[in-house]
Each structure stands twice: as C-alpha cells, then as structure tokens.
T-cell receptor
Framework: DAKTTQPPSMDCAEGRAANLPCNHS???????VYWYRQIHSQGPQYIIH???NNETNEMASLIITEDRKSSTLILPHATLRDTAVYYC????????????FGKGTLLTVNP | DGGITQSPKYLFRKEGQNVTLSCEQN?????MYWYRQDPGQGLRLIYY???????QKGDIAEGYSVSREKKESFPLTVTSAQKNPTAFYLC????????????FGPGTRLTVL
C-alpha cells in the first residue's frame, strides 16, 4: 500500500538542476513529506522535509503543491556524487514511528 | 563529530549462530530504530525504542531481539530463529518527538553462510 509514487529512474547532466517528482495524492493533514537518498551499500541520508510550505537547505529545495498532492525535490547543481536512489516518504510520526521506503527514483548524473 | 556508528561494516556467520550488531549514537537522541533492507527492496522496521529500557516490535521482529540499557546504544541480536538473516541492517535515531527526523547509520551487511 504505497503512499507515494515516483518514477523508477531519471537522468541529469552534471551541473544542471535535477527535478525529482513525487505524487502523494492520499496525504493527510498531519503528514510531512520527507526526502532521503541512498547511495549503494550506504545508509539513507536525510535531505529535506516539509509540511505545506516550500523549503530550502544547503542540499536541496522542496516544492510542495498547494493541494499537497505532489512535490518536487530540486538539486540545483547536480554532481556525479548525487547519483543515488531518492526516496519520497510521507510520515506523521505518532505512535507508529515507521518510515516506509518505497522503490524510489534512481537518479543518474552523467558527465 | 556527532553521528551514528554501526559495526562492523560486513559480518559473516555460520547458520545457527546468534550474532549481535552494534549501534551507537552520540546525538543525544531518545529514540532508536532497527531496519532491514533486502536487495531491491525498501526498509522494513524490526524494532524501535523511544526511551531507555523500553522498546517495541516493528513489522518483522520474529527472530530478533534488542536491548536498550543506555541512551546511546541499541544493539540488535539476530538469533538462529530468524529464517533469512542475510540482509543489510540499518540503525537510525531521532529526538523521539512527533515527526522528528530519523538519521541513519552506515549499515551492517550480514551474510549467513
């Protein structure tokens, strides 16, 4: 019962912006949108999260649509080291602290 | 240098042996978690602990045991009762408050021969 839908793979040229989409049409009002990435054989790395406002940090920007049914993670200047599987997760915490990772999007940054 | 450490990176054991995976954090986080990842799959929650001396089963707790005697440590024992123990094991921690971000360690790859 996946709560998010992401494309299985995307390509991006080095130095260009990478825009990773995520659909979460059944998101509830208390659920946040989280993004993690995982490089092969490493632990997932937290990137950014948001509730309804757009967010930006040193790694990325998160754009959430007004109806909150979809979001886009933006890596402004992709490098080869950004090649990884990116996971979009909706999470509300509470008594069930489980993060549910789906299949994610494999982003390949090409030279 | 704050973070979560897991050791060892790679672990090999013979079938039928219990093995304990280490997870230590110096982030002063209250909550800690253990996940399992199989090839090409998402993460599945094994156990979590919101506070010292307390822990709860996750979705796939059978064949695993944990302890939380110290705030910074949350070791996972993979027992011989676990039918398919070969996997990538990930430990995470968070402040334990509502929606707090979970931060992950580097993982331990366990192979049972």
């Amino acid at each position: 019962d996946a709560k998010t839908t992401q494309p299985p793979s995307m390509d991006c040229a080095e130095g260009r912006a990478a825009n990773l989409p995520c659909n979460h049409s059944t998101i509830s009002g208390n659920e946040y949108v989280y993004w993690y990435r995982q490089i092969h054989s490493q632990g997932p790395q937290y990137i950014i999260h948001g509730l309804k406002n757009n967010e930006t940090n040193e790694m990325a920007s998160l754009i959430i649509t007004e109806d909150r049914k979809s979001s886009t993670l933006i890596l402004p200047h992709a490098t080869l080291r950004d090649t990884a599987v990116y996971y979009c997760i909706v999470y509300s915490g509470g008594s069930n602290y489980k993060l549910t990772f789906g299949k994610g999007t494999l982003l390949t940054v090409n030279p | 240098d704050g973070g979560i450490t897991q050791s060892p990176k790679y672990l090999f054991r013979k079938e039928g042996q219990n093995v304990t995976l280490s997870c230590e954090q110096n982030l002063n986080h209250d909550a800690m978690y253990w996940y399992r990842q199989d090839p090409g799959q998402g993460l599945r929650l094994i156990y979590y602990s919101q506070i010292v001396n307390d822990f709860q089963k996750g979705d796939i707790a059978e064949g695993y045991s944990v302890s939380r005697e110290k705030k910074e440590s949350f070791p996972l024992t993979v027992t011989s009762a676990q039918k398919n123990p070969t996997a990538f094991y990930l430990c995470a921690s968070s402040n334990g408050q509502f929606t707090d971000t979970q931060y992950f360690g580097p993982g331990t790859r366990l192979t049972v021969l």
